[in-house]
């Protein structure tokens, strides 16, 4: 079990918005640590998406952007596009017991 | 254009050692921070420790602490990470991941290696 939680899966058609959820608790999200968001595509390593909660990297569309509040962080992707269909995850800190980096269990985004 | 190469894919019988290397080109290993991260089949990841630029020292994660040493070979740019007692539930895909930024509680893993599927079975 993931200390932080995302929904397994999420759908939608091509050129609609879709929203992915990272719950996480007052020893993570909650304390103000950042949130980061990558994107596996099948068979590949993990590739950083967004950083800082809202930051994103040369090179990653504007369709992608980040948010952030309380204990909970949200991916909203607009335009939506065949080659969007990945996992995506999230990841924080979590400063309960010695510390940890800690990531959300995926969401499978299907664009149908 | 940073890379990091990984070593190829090994299969281990439960009890013993499995070393995975990554090697770093486009930066010194000097310059960045490196991680190492796992995911099993069909599953999500598991940090699995870091180098804390800060204090200067690598910092392992809980479940792993007496079971895994992670080093690096500053002449060859080389990062290596070394898992003992394996066990079936060691199966699965082992990446190094790496930030030139600082800071440690904050900074994502901006760079990851290709994977090495570690495969643990008698």
């Known amino acids: 079990q993931s200390v932080l939680t995302q929904p397994p899966s999420v759908s939608g058609a091509p050129g609609q918005r879709v929203t992915i959820s990272c719950t996480g608790s007052?020893?993570?999200?909650?304390?103000?640590?950042?949130v980061h968001w990558y994107q596996q595509l099948p068979g590949t390593a993990p590739k950083l998406l967004i950083s800082g909660d809202n930051i994103r990297p040369s090179g990653v569309p504007d369709r992608f952007s980040g948010s952030k509040s309380g204990t909970s962080a949200s991916l909203a992707i607009t335009g939506l596009q065949a080659e969007d269909e990945a996992d995506y995850y999230c990841q924080s800190y979590d400063n309960s017991l010695s510390g940890s980096w800690v990531f959300g269990g995926g969401t499978k985004l299907t664009v149908l | 254009q940073v890379q990091l190469v990984q070593s190829g894919a090994d299969v281990k019988k439960p009890g013993a050692s499995v070393k995975v290397s990554c090697k770093v080109s486009?930066?010194?290993?000097?310059?960045?921070?490196m991680h190492w991260v796992r995911q099993a089949p069909g599953r999500g990841f598991e940090w699995m420790g870091g180098?804390?630029?800060?204090?200067?020292?690598?910092i392992y994660a809980e479940q792993f602490q007496g079971r895994v040493t992670m080093t690096e070979d500053t002449f060859t740019d080389t990062a290596y990470m070394d898992l003992g007692s394996l066990t079936s539930e060691d199966t699965a895909v082992y990446y190094c991941?790496?930030?030139?930024?600082?800071?440690?509680?904050?900074?994502?893993?901006?760079?990851w290696g290709q994977g090495t599927l570690v495969t643990v079975s008698s």
């Open positions: 180098f804390h630029p800060e204090d200067g020292e690598t």
């Open positions: 991941a790496a930030s030139p930024r600082s800071g440690y509680y904050k900074v994502p893993f901006d760079y």
């Open positions: 007052s020893s993570n999200i909650g304390a103000s640590y950042d």
């Open positions: 486009g930066y010194t290993l000097t310059e960045l921070s």
